[in-house]
């Protein structure tokens, strides 16, 4: 298995995070803490262009020179391992870097911009970064320190039924990067299991998006909403209390947007949506409001979760 | 078949536009495409939709430019499913986006960009990534309880201890300005706009 780092991190910051999930943000800290993992944030770090890049409205070069820059901060911070905490951001940033490495006229067109444009601070060299060995999602680094995981669980969640939600830009884009599956993807399955949870493993459309679509939920939200009801039909057939996930778009589409499908579907969907560094929070004993964020969410978190057990030592 | 291929016609040009654009990242993929469907039978666009990825390959392989034009292709949810299972190392997806902004540059495409235009605006001059407003209504509507969340965002933050602030700072968003006008960003965006007002 690849390298995975636990150390000279630069936790890249996610628009969607910030906004509509602060708490992963939160979460994500509170766990890396507990976990031995040295990291940093930058408020120098700028989005990655994600939701405007897959609306059509960044093309490849803008999002690419963007990067430039990022990667930069987190070179200049000597800080080269950039986790990130949405799928999107990881896709995205993954994919400048291995661009700039390979494909040198879009290298030397980005720096030339950069040098008659007083920015030559920002120009990239071939392999500053590499895509494998420096551009991470979260995940990845839990599952690096997959053994200190047990030692810091305080509370036992294992009556719960609990499934997963591997988001496609984790999984499907740089597919030779994904840990633990991509047509059967388990990473976040192999995490539960070390918090001392069983999940459901495979179910129907386990693998299928959570039906965002990017422009698809606003021009198109037909289109987007019964795609979404493909999955959320499947976690209902399994009667599922706790989805777990790793992007906060897909966090969005099922949380905020469950009630609305519920109504569509004329069936009542009932589980609860949490980020699967929310979820390890829960269990290593993370306050509700303080770590967790659990005003942001639309389904209540309580409403499935309403008296935590410790574990027997 | 009604009409007769020549030897000097070049259907391939289409598709070595596609092969050379900074965002494909296939090599020639795209050439490779045997037409098995297997895009088609994994997609959920296809699965709710007109959309047809297979086709889409097909089309781009007879060189048919009018594809650019086709309604359909807007339908694709970039889950990249059509990328993850390619025997052949092909990968709609990209094409799919390739062929948007092959749109966009000839103008084809404006009008499907007039409601993310919020995207370019929070970035250009506050670099950050926002959801754009015109969609606050709709969400509002469909999502109980979002706008108040939203008016309290700064007091669930505070409680959760984050920081460093969501605003940039002036001289990160004018480095981000002036990267996303040297790239032709800027005047896209204000061609779009033209349009849109015409």
């Known amino acids: 298995m690849k390298n995975i780092p636990d150390k000279d991190l630069l936790l890249f910051r996610s628009c969607l995070v910030s906004v509509e999930y602060p708490g992963v943000e939160a979460s994500t800290k509170f766990v890396f803490d507990k976990l031995g993992i040295d990291y940093a944030i930058s408020d120098k770090q700028t989005c990655c262009t994600g939701l405007g890049h897959y609306s059509d409205v960044f093309n490849q070069i803008d999002t690419t020179a963007i990067g430039a820059r990022n990667f930069k901060v987190a070179r200049e911070l000597n800080r080269p ?48 970064l590499k895509p494998t060995e420096n551009i991470f999602h979260v995940v990845d680094i839990l599952y690096g320190k997959k053994d200190k995981i047990k030692e810091n669980i305080k509370y036992d969640l294992s009556d719960y039924t609990i499934a997963t939600h591997h988001g496609c830009h984790y999984c499907k884009v740089h597919y030779e990067d994904t840990i633990g599956g991509v047509r059967d993807p388990n990473i976040m399955d192999e995490l539960i299991e070390e918090c001392g949870c069983k999940t459901i493993g495979w179910y129907d459309h386990k693998r299928a998006t959570c039906g965002t679509g990017f422009r698809q939920r606003y021009s198109n939200p037909d289109l987007s909403f019964t795609a979404t009801a493909d999955k959320m039909n499947a976690i209902a057939d399994e009667d599922v209390d706790i989805l777990v996930h790793l992007c906060p778009n897909c966090h969005i589409q099922f949380d905020r947007y469950q009630h609305l499908i519920s109504e569509r579907e004329g069936r009542n969907f009932r589980a609860i949506h ?40 | 078949m009604t009409s007769q291929q020549k030897i000097t016609d070049s259907p391939i040009d289409f598709a070595e536009d596609i092969i050379e654009d900074v965002k494909n990242s296939k090599d020639d993929g795209v050439l490779k495409c045997v037409q098995c469907g297997m895009c088609t039978s994994t997609c959920p666009a296809a699965r709710h939709s007109d959309y047809n990825p297979r086709d889409i390959i097909e089309r781009v392989l007879d060189g048919d430019v009018t594809i650019m034009e086709d309604e359909n292709i807007w339908n694709c949810f970039y889950c990249y499913t059509c990328h993850s299972v390619c025997p052949v190392g092909n990968s709609v997806c990209e094409v799919n986006q390739i062929l948007k902004q092959f749109a966009i540059t000839n103008g084809i495409g404006y009008d499907k960009l007039y409601e993310y235009m919020g995207f370019a605006d929070s970035y250009f001059t506050a670099a950050i990534g926002a959801i754009p407003e015109i969609f606050f209504e709709d969400i509002d509507r469909d999502v109980p309880g979002w706008w108040d969340f939203r008016q309290n965002l700064d007091e669930i933050r505070d409680e959760l201890e984050l920081d460093p602030p969501l605003m940039p700072s002036k001289e990160v968003i004018n480095e981000v300005s002036k990267i996303l006008t040297i790239t032709g960003f800027k005047d896209k965006i204000d061609k779009i706009r033209e349009s849109q007002e015409e």
Do not use: W
């Open chain 1, 81 to 128: 391992n950039l986790v990130m905490m949405c799928a999107t951001c990881y896709a995205i940033n993954k994919k400048s870097v291995k661009l700039l490495n390979k494909k040198d006229d879009l290298r030397e067109h980005i720096n030339k911009l950069f040098d008659e444009n007083g920015l030559s601070h920002l120009k990239y060299e071939k392999d500053d």
């Open chain 1, 274 to 313: 949490l980020n699967i560094t929310q979820f390890m929070a829960l269990a290593m004993g993370g306050d509700f409001d303080k770590v967790i964020g659990a005003k942001a969410h639309t389904v209540p978190i309580d409403s499935v979760i309403k008296e935590l057990k410790e574990v027997e030592k």
